[in-house]
């Protein structure tokens, strides 16, 4: 899942690139070999984040923040690329949170959202703590609610889960109108 986020990102060599809910952080070793910007990453987990340190503590162009995606501890337009793993399902307000996506993203930024379908999560019993389901149609309008325009879609396939899905869309707006 996280190369096809990573694919489907296009991140620029000069990018300031976010992730939100990095988990183990194997996106972030990602990021940082294809930008040489700052990589910034938000994590609700405080092991997970004390982990982070430890892995990357001599890495220089790395932020890492203990937050939620409700409330991302950046400015207006900070980034030109976010993305998220695996995340959507424990967000308490999908919606609003895509909006803080949005707000932080620069004007024709990229967002990639990857995630597995409700019949894929099903298949794990797991699915039944904490999760959260929402369907492509639903992740879709919650993003062109939030301004995402261009919306495209991606399938990845895999063993556990045998498919998943990343949306990505810009940020309505061009950097010239911004
Ligand atoms: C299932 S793990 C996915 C980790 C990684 N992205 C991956 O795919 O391997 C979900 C991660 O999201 C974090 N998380 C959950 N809710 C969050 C929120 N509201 N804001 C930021 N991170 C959150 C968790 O702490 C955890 O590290």
């Known amino acids: 899942m996280n190369r096809l986020a990573l694919d489907r990102l296009e991140v620029g060599r000069g990018d300031v690139v976010l992730e939100v809910g990095f988990g183990g952080g194997d996106l972030l070793a990602r990021l940082l070999r294809v930008t040489d910007g700052e990589v910034v990453g938000v994590d609700l987990s405080e092991a997970m984040v004390a982990r982070a340190r430890r ?3 001599c890495e220089p162009r790395l ?3 203990l937050g939620s995606v409700d409330a991302l501890p950046l400015g207006d337009g900070a980034v030109d690329r ?3 793993v695996n995340n959507v399902y424990f967000w308490p307000d999908p919606a609003a949170a895509m909006r803080e996506l949005a707000r932080v993203l620069k004007p024709g930024g990229r967002l990639a959202l990857c ?3 409700p019949e894929e999560l099903r298949k794990w019993p797991g699915h039944r703590f904490g999760f959260r389901m929402h369907d492509e ?3 879709r309008s919650m993003m062109e609610a939030a301004g995402f325009v261009g919306i ?3 399938e990845g396939r895999g063993r556990m889960p045998d498919r998943f ?9 061009s950097e010239a109108g911004a």
């Open 115 to 117: 995630f597995e379908p």
């Open 55 to 57: 892995r990357f503590r």
């Open 82 to 84: 976010a993305c998220s």
């Open 165 to 173: 899905l990343c949306l990505t869309g810009e940020r309505e707006g």
């Open 137 to 139: 149609p639903a992740v």
């Open 63 to 65: 932020r890492l923040h």
């Open 152 to 154: 495209r879609r991606a």
